[in-house]
Structures are given as C-alpha cells and as structure tokens.
C-alpha cells in the first residue's frame, strides 16, 4: 500500500489501482479527494471536511464512495443517493478492495465550555489507522500510526504518550499544518525519543510504501 501526504489531516493511499482518501479538507490541497475511489471523513470540522471539495470528487467519479458519521453525511447525502454511508464505532466494511474498521466515538476535549462533537478513526487492511481529532485507541495491533501532531487540543506530552499506548511500528505525522517550521525539529526529536516508536514526518506530496 502506498501512502501520499497531503497538507495537514488529509492522505491517501494506493493498492492495487485503486484509491482511499481520509480526510481531504480546506487546509488541504483543493483536488486532494479528486481520483479517490473511496473517501472517509472522520468529523465535520473544516480542516477535515469540506463539501465543495468532496462534492467535485464525487462527480468526477460516479463510482467513488464516501464513508462518514452521521453529522458529515447528513450534509452531502442528498446529492449523492446511496453514494454515501453512515458509520460508527464498530463497523466494519470493504470499499474498492480496503478493509476498514471503525473506531472511536468522540473529538477530543478543546475546552471544557466547547461541547464535544462526534469523531470517528478508520484502521485501514488492518494496519494503518488514523484517528481524526481524537487519541483513539484501536483494540488492534497498529503498524502506521497517523499521529495528530499538533493540534489547539493537545500538548507533546499526550501525543508522546499516544505513540506509547497504540505501539505502532512507525507513527507518521498529520494535523500539522499549524505547526511552524521552526517547531518541527522539536517535535521530531521528542516524539522519536520518547515515543518508542520509528517516528516520521513527510513533506506534502511526499510518498511512502508500507
């Protein structure tokens, strides 16, 4: 499986000629969904979801599909009947040859005066998980961690000890497009040596084979 960095939360992923997005939002490249055969969004937050964008996806190709909460396809369902699927922690299905499981049920805590709105994170083949905006804890072995690595919700601390209780082989990042350039080296050097775990980070438009 190949997988692409797109700019902050988005990426995709490559198999056997098909393609799987998560996440393609506004602070992301503007054709990042377009050519993805399966499209899954983790929360309706617009760094995460934005309509437009999946509405020109999903017209360039009639056989693309979009798997997300309830509250991402209440507002894109309409415009493409049975095109769009509702799921939750637990699901499971196959799209387009990737097996994905469902996991997580809540974003993380901003501020406790912000109420807390759904997210779910999607393990794809078994292997590669990316939580959305929450440190989800899948009840399954994890080789690729996309990890939130900076976020208005968290310190280094939690995302350090995120890499510590999912065990994943190597945590690659995302959510980052906040981050400074002069913050990055920081980042690198804590999460590789306190996260026990091959600690990664690729530019947007960089690719890697997993």
Known sequence: ????????????LEKDGRTLVIDPG??????A??????????????????EDRLRAAMEANPGAGIWTLRSVAEKISAAFPGRVHTVGHGDTFTAAGFDVQVHGELHAVIHPDIP???NVGYLVDGSLFHPGDALTVPDHPVETLMLPVHAPWSK???VIDYVREVKPQRAIDVHDALLTDLARPI?????GALGGADHNRLTPGESTDL
């Open 187 to 191: 980042y690198d050097t804590q999460i």
């Open 26 to 31: 506004t602070f992301s490249e503007e054709d």
């Open 116 to 118: 807390r709105i759904t």
């Open 156 to 158: 280094i601390s939690e």
């Open 33 to 50: 969904a377009v050519g993805a055969d399966v499209i899954l969004v983790t929360h309706e937050h617009l760094d995460h979801f934005n």
């Open 1 to 12: 499986m190949r997988l692409t960095k797109k700019t902050h939360a988005c990426i995709r």
